[in-house]
């Protein structure tokens, strides 16, 4: 049996280096992703901010520019780095993107995106994947996307993560863009039967254990993004469903995990906010969930002192809060 490629998707203000830190505490197994970046931001900040940590692996990095040369500025550095692969992003329909000439409007620009994988090809030996959507707008025809992807493919670009609904890219936000067209997974496995040569990833709306068996089936693997953000303790269906592991379900050993984390982060002056906002899914959908999220503030704000480790025990595992 050839092992299923599981990904976390990759979204910005939650796929920072604490939450991947959580993460790999519930599951060794799936493909981690950052954040979008710029190439700009990169090349100013990349060194010191885009440090992984070794538990990390396998991690993908995201991009997101127009400029081929910045590209290939970023991938030098990105392989020094560590990362096992680069994903360009061209799928985001944000204002902001539009308007910087990158994200899902280059869509229609299939031989510059083709210029961009051939700088990176150039200049590192990592693999690039491209994170993109079936169509601009409101057109079904799949036409636009086979064409990218044929020209995409010959540059050397041998991965697609399919987000299945079009982006529109005038009259709507960011965040309905997430949710509206309706997703259409037949329509990204025509693409599959099309390319079956290349590896295309599923990504959209996938929320059950029954869907992600299917489709890692159907495609080369699934992307969620949602359902893991709202309710880590998922990953640990999945590690133990699809990747054969025998995880004990046991939060207080995965939050004692944490708390080693973010002990050693706040001594190197990280925001707690940062470090435990990604924690309110923890108890998703049970009756303790309001509890904890109130008490996840109280650490935010820092009414409680969780340096005082016996005291924070105390009140998660006696549920005194
Ligand atoms: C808060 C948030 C931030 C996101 N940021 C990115 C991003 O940086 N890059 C990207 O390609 N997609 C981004 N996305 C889209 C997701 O990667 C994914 O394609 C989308 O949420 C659909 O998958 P899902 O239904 O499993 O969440 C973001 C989504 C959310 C909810």
């Known amino acids: ?32 992703y950052t954040e979008m970046i710029t190439c700009d931001a990169f090349l100013h900040t990349g060194r010191s901010e885009y440090k992984i940590n070794n538990y990390e692996h396998p991690i993908t990095i995201q991009l997101a520019g127009f400029d081929p040369k910045k590209f290939m500025q970023c991938s030098k550095i990105i392989e020094e780095q560590g990362f096992n692969e680069i994903n360009i992003n061209i799928g985001c329909p944000s204002n902001k993107v539009i308007k910087g000439q990158f994200g899902a409007c280059l869509m229609n620009h299939p031989e510059h995106v083709a210029e961009i994988v051939t ?9 690039v994947s491209i994170k993109t959507r079936l169509g601009l ?5 799949l036409d636009l996307l086979k064409d990218f992807i044929y020209k995409t493919s010959n540059a050397g670009c041998t991965r697609f993560f399919l ?9 709507i936000s960011t965040k309905k863009n997430r949710n509206i067209p309706a997703l259409r997974y037949d329509d990204a496995f025509k693409i599959k039967t099309e390319f079956p040569h290349l590896s295309i990833i599923l990504n ?17 693997g699934v992307m969620i993004g949602r359902k893991i ?8 269906n999945i590690e133990n469903k699809i990747f054969n592991s025998s995880l004990i379900y046991d939060k207080r050993i995965i939050l004692k995990k944490y708390l ?7 001594n190197l002056g990280a925001n707690k906010y940062f470090l435990f906002k990604h924690l309110f899914g923890l108890y998703y959908k049970t009756d303790f969930s309001k509890k904890w999220k109130k008490f996840l503030n109280m650490i935010i704000r820092e009414e409680i002192n969780i340096l005082r480790m016996p005291f924070f025990e105390e009140m998660i595992y006696e549920k005194k809060i």
């Not at 599981?6 to 599951?27: E, N, W």
């Not at 707008?137 to 025809?141: A, L, P, R």
């Not at 987000?163 to 009259?171: D, F, V």
């Not at 080693?260 to 706040?266: G, K």
């Open 1 to 32: 049996m050839t092992k299923k490629r599981i990904y976390l998707a990759p979204m910005v203000g939650r796929t920072d280096q604490h939450f991947r830190s959580f993460i790999r505490i519930l599951s060794k197994n799936i493909h981690l």
């Open 119 to 127: 700088e990176i090809k150039n200049s590192c030996s990592l693999p």
């Open 137 to 141: 707008d409101y057109d079904e025809n």
């Open 163 to 171: 987000h299945a609904r079009n982006a529109i890219l005038k009259g």
């Open 204 to 220: 959209g709306g996938i929320t059950t254990m029954d869907e992600i068996i299917n489709y890692s089936d159907l495609f080369d």
């Open 229 to 236: 953000y709202d309710d880590p303790m998922f990953l640990l």
């Open 260 to 266: 080693e984390y973010a002990l050693t982060q706040i």
